[in-house]
C-alpha cells in the first residue's frame, strides 16, 4: 500500500516556465487536495477536489491548474512560474464520509523558482 | 471563516521532561474535528493524535495529550517524556463539519519543537 506519492521530490524551475507536480493515492479516497507550505505561514490549501471530474479554488489558487481525471490521480500545473511559488507543496488524500481520518500526506515537492 | 492560531513560533524542552503546545481556533461551528501533526526534518506530515468536538474526553495517545477546551476554543497539546524523536514542527489543523462538501483542513503556522539532551 503505497498511500499518496507525490513526484518529483525537488526541481529548480526558471522563471516563465511550466511544469506539472504529480500526485497519485491507492486508498481510493474522494478527497484530495494541494498545499503550499511557506515559512511562517503553515500550509495553505491550493486547489482541491471532492471526486472524479469535481475541482474547487483553495486559499491561493492563483497561478495553478488542476484536473482530476480519475480517483487516483490528481496533477498540479504551473502554468508560468514566479519565484513567488517558490514553496513546498503537498498533496494530501482523505475519505470524505469521514472527518474524523485526517489526511494522508505525500512527502512534498521542494519548488524552487530562479 | 475559521482560523487557527498557534501564538509560540518555537519552543524547548529538557528531554524527559512535559511541554506544552497551544493552538487556538475561530468558529461558530458546533461540530468539528481537531487534529495535531508533527513534521520532523523529513519533511513528512504525521498525524499525532484527533479530536472531536462533541466528545468532552481529552484524547491521548500514548506520550501526546490534548487539552480541549471548547468554551475557550482551544486544543493545547502536552507530549510527556520529551524525547529526541519529538523534536519537529507541530501544527495544529481545524476540520469543519459540512457532511463530507469539503472536507478542507486549515492549519495554524507551527510551532517548531526543539528537544535538548
Known amino acids: 500500500n503505497a498511500g499518496v506519492t507525490q513526484t518529483p521530490k525537488f526541481q529548480v524551475l526558471k522563471t516563465g516556465q511550466s511544469m506539472t507536480l504529480q500526485c497519485a493515492q491507492d486508498?481510493?479516497?474522494?478527497?484530495m487536495s494541494w498545499y503550499r507550505q511557506d515559512p511562517g505561514m503553515g500550509l495553505r490549501l491550493i486547489h482541491y477536489?471532492?471526486?472524479?471530474?469535481?475541482?474547487d479554488q483553495g486559499e491561493v489558487p492563483n497561478g495553478y491548474n488542476v484536473s482530476r481525471s480519475t480517483t487516483e490521480d490528481f496533477p498540479l500545473r504551473l502554468l508560468s512560474a514566479a519565484p513567488s511559488q517558490t514553496s513546498v507543496y503537498f498533496c494530501?488524500?482523505?475519505?470524505?464520509?469521514?472527518?474524523?481520518?485526517?489526511?494522508?500526506f505525500g512527502s512534498g515537492t521542494r519548488l524552487t523558482v530562479v | 471563516a475559521q482560523t487557527v492560531t498557534q501564538s509560540q513560533p518555537e519552543m524547548s524542552v529538557q528531554e524527559a521532561e512535559t511541554v506544552t503546545l497551544s493552538c487556538t481556533y475561530d468558529?461558530?461551528?458546533?461540530?468539528?474535528?481537531l487534529f495535531w501533526y508533527k513534521q520532523p526534518p523529513s519533511r513528512q506530515m504525521i498525524l499525532v493524535i484527533r479530536?472531536?468536538?462533541?466528545?468532552?474526553q481529552n484524547a491521548t495517545e500514548n506520550r501526546f495529550s490534548v487539552n480541549f477546551q471548547k468554551a475557550a476554543k482551544s486544543f493545547s497539546l502536552k507530549i510527556s517524556d520529551s524525547q529526541l524523536g519529538d523534536a519537529a514542527m507541530y501544527f495544529c489543523?481545524?476540520?469543519?463539519?459540512?457532511?463530507?462538501?469539503?472536507?478542507?483542513?486549515?492549519f495554524g503556522t507551527g510551532t517548531l519543537l526543539a528537544v535538548q539532551p
Open positions: 479530536q472531536e468536538a462533541y466528545k468532552q
Open positions: 477536489s471532492v471526486g472524479a471530474g469535481i475541482t
Open positions: 468558529t461558530s461551528e458546533s461540530d468539528y474535528y
Open positions: 489543523a481545524y476540520r469543519r463539519e459540512d457532511g463530507g462538501a469539503t472536507n478542507k483542513l486549515i
Open positions: 486508498m481510493n479516497h474522494e478527497y
Open positions: 494530501a488524500s482523505s475519505y470524505s464520509w469521514d472527518r474524523n481520518y485526517g489526511y494522508t
